[in-house]
């Protein structure tokens, strides 16, 4: 048995880390346990590496959302910026209010948690697998997979999710919280790319186009995003096809494509159009009907999927019918849903402790004291744009100060 800290934390990742630091300026000796080899794999590959910390804009957060507006209600962006800035990160601002450190690099921001963590005597323990935790007498025991023991009256589980394995997701710290008597609701993954059917996307692969994306199950309006949207060779990407991916419950799902959003405001204004543009393609190919407004290869599926003939027939012979379900098609081109990429290739996981067992102002469980949970291994994920980042740093800034 090794000396006991005053504080363990189970997970060296953005919440884990920022905690450690907070807790240890608190005068508070800090044990970190990671499983990796190295602290933050996952701060590595935010925003590309260029790692997008936070967000200036409205919150957009899913799960509890209540639970992750009253966390960083408490410990705000403020905070963490003056945090950051407290150990010399310098923030920058982009478009729709993200905040990158200075430098857009990712490497900058582990630096400085890393310096702050020795400044501060966090002792890190890497490549160290926690295998079970209890508690006994007010102290909690925490036990690796080679056997070796430690003990703490405090302890912050900031184990992340199962997403993005590679770098090091897990789902260790849902079995850990589930055995100290937390509920855990299912995680599935969020922030997703899409398989979809291969007949819609059908010599698509590669392209890059703007419209909305509405994601139905059962014919019922579940969530809507616009933006950018990758057509690939197994199905769909881009950041709003991704914050639809969150919502899918099964092959009953489906998305709508809206090629026109911006330009048109109903398909019976495009539909007017198209009839004019008829009159002047008239000895043309259907698909001359949407030349201008369409890439040539999202002109051509459209015009499949509306049911438009393509031997050889003329855009005047068609009929208005067929322009209302050219139109139409433009506006609700639909993709079905075979499911997503899995954890793999998921940024996040929606699902998670169930927060309503914790305090957004300490994060401490309203089940055990002493017990802390932080970061994504918490029922919150969020949009695209550093919310999750942010929520991750709030938190921790939040457990660490509590403990």
Partial sequence: MNRNPDVMIIGAGASGMIASVKAAERHKSVLLLDKNDTPGR??????????????????????????????LENSTADDIRHFFNQYGLMLASENEGRIYPSTFQSASVLSVLKNAMGINGVQLKSNTTVSS???QNDLFTVTDTNGRKWQSTKLII????PAQP??????????????????????????VPLYTDRKSISGL????????????????????????I???????????????????KDKSSYLSVNFLHGYYDKPEEFCHELKRRRNMYHEYSPVSLLDGVLVSRIAYAVMKQAGVPLKGEKAGELSDELLKAIAETAFHYRISIEGTRGFEYAQVAAGGADCREFDPKTMES?????LYATGEVLNVDGDCGGFNLMFAFSSGLAAGKSV
Avoid at 366 to 370: A, D, H, L, P
């Fill in 366 to 370: 309203t089940v055990m004291s002493g």
């Fill in 205 to 228: 692969s590669g392209i890059r186009v703007r419209g909305k994306v509405s994601l139905y199950d059962q014919d019922k309006l579940i969530h809507s995003e616009e933006g950018e």
């Fill in 230 to 248: 990758l057509f690939t060779e197994y199905g769909i990407s881009g950041i709003c096809v991704m914050q639809c991916s969150r919502f899918i």
């Fill in 133 to 135: 935790v209890s508690r």
């Fill in 158 to 161: 900031a184990c992340g999710s």
């Fill in 42 to 71: 996952k701060i590595s590959a935010s925003g590309n590496g260029r790692c997008n910390m936070m967000n200036s804009g409205a919150l957009r957060y899913y799960g509890d959302q209540e639970f992750a507006d009253h966390v």
């Fill in 166 to 191: 590679k770098l090091g997701g897990t789902d260790n710290g849902y079995e850990l919280l589930s055995s100290l008597g937390h509920r855990i609701i299912p995680a599935v993954p969020s922030l």
